[in-house]
């Protein structure tokens, strides 16, 4: 049975709203092919009114894009892994439900890898490359691939959303 929730984002220093839904295949909400974004709860909670589809009654996480953006300004830098993996997931959900091709939705063993990594770091506010850290450290190739991905995924997500 899918699940709805409000998925509060920040793109380009402005926060809009979408309709993300959990099932076996997570997506969220579109209209004519094109995601549909709200600038503001209330008009999204009307339009979810209309159309029959009750929300999960729980406060929004915001997903930050901007991090993402001044990170990819110098990739050697801290890195919230929080927000990648973030970036990350939306846009796999936004690429899967309209269709598209995403670098992140690879399966081949680096990017399992890298993704991975920022799941087991999401416990560290700011991760450093090149900290001490065994498995969750961040080698250069999988730098080199995050940037990829991101860079991708913000591409994309100023285009879908």
Known sequence: MKKHYILWYRLDE??????WFSSQVDGVIVRQKKVQTFENVADLQAFAAAQGIKLVPEEPVLYNFD????????PNQ?????????AWNLVNDLTTTLGMKF?????DN???L????????TVIPAYEFGAEGGKTNFKDKERRLLAEVMEQAM??????I
């Open 110 to 112: 680096l990017t399992l």
């Open 67 to 74: 991090t993402v953006t001044a990170w990819l300004t110098d």
């Open 155 to 160: 591409q994309l997500a100023r285009k879908l």
């Open 14 to 19: 402005k926060d809009r709203y979408l309709i």
């Open 103 to 107: 670098k992140g939705n690879l399966k």
């Open 114 to 121: 890298t993704y991975d990594k920022i799941c087991q770091n």
């Open 78 to 86: 801290a890195l919230n892994c929080t927000d990648c993996m973030n």
